[in-house]
């Protein structure tokens, strides 16, 4: 029996270029019942178009294509969680 989504779960954008680790991160989210994948991306162009989706988050790769605009833009910085990879 599946697991019922609460009533107001956490809903998350994902957008990397990379569709092989945006669908893995997706189903890594998805199967926390609180959370709610609701757009999954692949460039700056996609991105911008699933704000439409008013997610409450989004885990956006810092080398998106498309999207170094949005980095730059005030607005998109405050709409915008990016994650850096660490250096090693």
Known sequence: MAA???ERSVRILVADAQPLL????ARI???EP???VVARVGDGSELLR???ESPDIALVDFALPGAAGLRQSRPGRRRLVA???RST
């Open 4 to 6: 019922s989504r609460p």
């Open 22 to 25: 945006r669908d893995g991160i």
């Open 29 to 31: 989210l998805e199967a």
């Open 34 to 36: 609180e959370l709610s």
């Open 50 to 52: 699933a704000r439409a």
């Open 83 to 85: 994650l850096r990879p």
